[in-house]
């Protein structure tokens, strides 16, 4: 049963900073991974999706790596904002259309 | 471009009353759709996904039930409501079973 987690559960930093956020999954077998934001009450919005034949997919100061045969990616966040504060989830998926599978987040602060 | 909406946005029922959740999809074709729920504490998770008109798929048992009578209408169903069942409730689209795009979620409170 695939299980993801990501490290650390919570992270404070001040504007500015350049920041690395974990996930880890236990099957390696994904068809592709996701980074999604969450902003308290609010839905999901996806910032990053990389195929499991990628390496790393980058949008702006976002840059997303993949290890498939080590069950990692990471998110790196360069030049922090207070406007990057939210909750950022990793999910994998097993085959194309099927469910994703969420760790439980990284709640980020960014303070001024 | 593509939209999706959920509604209500927030909902406080009591234990034992009715569910209808729905979603739907603007701007797309045969989507893929995915109920999801978040609670408290828990991680986000799959409860239906559905391929086309009529096709629901079951990943979690409980007294959740979901419909799609329309290509891009998703709709979420209880007969009787448990405290259990409060959460925050996510609908999701992709095409083609790549990235999935969330709606704005309905916050249900059951009481």
């Known amino acids: 049963k695939q299980e993801v987690t990501q490290i650390p559960a919570a992270l404070s930093v001040p504007e500015g900073e350049n920041l690395v956020l974990n996930c880890s999954f236990t099957?390696?077998?994904?068809?592709?991974l996701q980074w999604f934001r969450q902003d308290p009450g609010k839905g999901l919005t996806s910032l990053l999706l990389i195929q499991s034949s990628q390496r790393e997919q980058t949008s702006g100061r976002l840059n997303a790596s993949l290890d498939k045969s080590s069950g990692r990616s990471t998110l790196y966040i360069a030049a922090s904002q207070p406007g990057d504060s939210a909750t950022y989830l990793c999910?994998?998926?097993?085959?194309?259309?099927?469910?994703?599978?969420f760790g439980k987040g990284t709640t980020l602060s960014v303070s001024s | 471009s593509q939209t999706i909406h959920q509604w209500p946005a927030t909902l406080v029922q009591p234990v034992g009353s009715p569910l209808s959740l729905e979603c739907t999809v603007e701007g797309t074709s045969n989507p893929n759709l995915y109920w999801y729920r978040q609670a408290a504490g828990r991680g986000l998770q799959l409860l239906f996904y559905s391929v086309g008109i009529g096709q629901i798929s079951s990943e979690v048992p409980q007294n959740l039930s979901a419909s799609r009578p329309q290509d891009r209408q998703f709709i979420l169903s209880s007969k009787k409501l448990l405290l259990s069942d409060s959460g925050f409730y996510l609908c999701?689209?992709?095409?083609?079973?790549?990235?999935?795009?969330f709606g704005p979620g309905t916050r249900l409170t059951v009481l």
């Open positions: 099957d390696s077998a994904i068809y592709n």
């Open positions: 999910a994998v998926n097993r085959q194309a259309g099927t469910a994703l599978i």
């Open positions: 999701a689209w992709s095409v083609l079973g790549d990235q999935q795009f």
